[in-house]
Each structure stands twice: as structure tokens, then as C-alpha cells.
């Protein structure tokens, strides 16, 4: 990942520690992800659940979800923490015109 913005020159890290937001939004999505499928296949094939499909989308989804996920909810929690804290002239490169 670029370390700023190409267009402002903004830090995308801009503190340190400042992805520990981005992984606990990816780490929501992802468990929900996961909540909601193994209770559509539970529900959809009751009484008789097959452990086997269970077992093997879950699988699938906690793989799949957090790496496919996870550049979106660096951009979510930038967004975030932009809203919360504002970008002073300092944080941007000195070359963009405000």
C-alpha cells in the first residue's frame, strides 16, 4: 500500500497503531459474515444439518471474507478517522494547494 495519498499527499497511517480501527471493523464484518451463513444453512436444512457443508462454508467464508474485506475497511476506517479528526496542514505534503 502507497504510504500517502497520490493526489494530497495525505499519511494514510497517520498515527501509529492507526489500522487497530481497520481490524476490528474487518473483524466484525467477518464474524457476521459467518454468523449469517452457518445460520442460513442451519436454518434452510433443518432437522438434518449436514455437519460437512457446514463445516466447509464456514471454512470458506473465514477465509474469504477477511482478506477480500480487508483493503475496504482500511478505506472505511481512514474514512472514520478522518470525520473524527480533520487533516491539519502538517499531515499533508507540502507540494498540494489547499
Keep these: ?3 500517502r ?7 494514510f ?7 487497530t ?12 459474515s459467518l454468523l449469517l451463513v452457518m445460520l442460513i444453512i ?6 438434518d444439518v449436514p455437519a460437512g457443508l457446514l463445516l466447509g462454508m464456514a471454512l470458506v467464508v473465514a477465509i474469504v ?3 477480500a474485506f480487508f483493503p475496504l475497511s482500511k478505506t472505511l476506517w481512514l474514512a ?6 480533520p487533516p491539519g496542514r502538517a499531515e499533508v505534503d507540502e507540494s498540494f494547494s489547499w
Design 21 to 32: 480501527g481497520a481490524l476490528g471493523i474487518n473483524t466484525i464484518v467477518s464474524f457476521g
Design 13 to 19: 497511517e497517520r498515527v501509529e497503531g492507526h489500522w
Design 65 to 67: 471474507v477477511p482478506v
Design 42 to 47: 442451519f436454518l434452510t436444512t433443518q432437522p
Design 80 to 85: 472514520i478517522d478522518l470525520q473524527m479528526r
Design 5 to 11: 495519498c497520490p493526489r494530497c499527499g495525505l499519511r
Design 1 to 3: 500500500m502507497a504510504e
